[in-house]
Nanobody
């Protein structure tokens, strides 16, 4: 089992940047495929980016490609999401998720472990 804690959310103006962190504790972090998801009020939870446990496969949702970067530091048991050129429609609660030896799928149902979420608000 793994416990996940997100941090780094906040209020930022459109065009600005934020870096989210997801600290993991528990079993071997390097064996977990990790993902960032977000959920806006009244909307379904959607994938932002995923990084497979092997580190060889990274997925980005089309709407964030070229602006967001997902990466992990296995020595620190931490995953990150660097978000640049933020837009107001990025406003949501951002969640990190983990799946042991996961295939890097974009469906939320593919991930067994979730953090509590961190709020990101982008003002226009």
């Amino acid at each position: 089992q793994v416990q996940l804690v997100e941090s780094g959310g906040g209020l930022v103006q459109a065009g600005g940047s934020l870096r989210l962190s997801c600290a993991a504790s528990g079993r071997t972090f390097s064996s977990y495929t990790m993902g960032w998801f977000r959920q806006a009020p009244g909307e379904e939870r959607e994938v932002v980016a995923t990084i497979q446990w092997t580190g060889s496969s990274i997925y980005y949702a089309d709407r964030v490609k070229g602006r967001f970067t997902i990466f992990r530091d296995n020595a620190k048991n931490t995953m990150y999401l660097q978000m640049n050129s933020l837009k107001p429609k990025a406003t949501a609660v951002y969640y990190c998720a983990a799946e042991y030896l996961g295939g890097g799928y974009s469906r939320p149902s593919s991930y067994a472990y979730w953090g509590q979420g961190t709020q990101v608000t982008v003002s226009s």
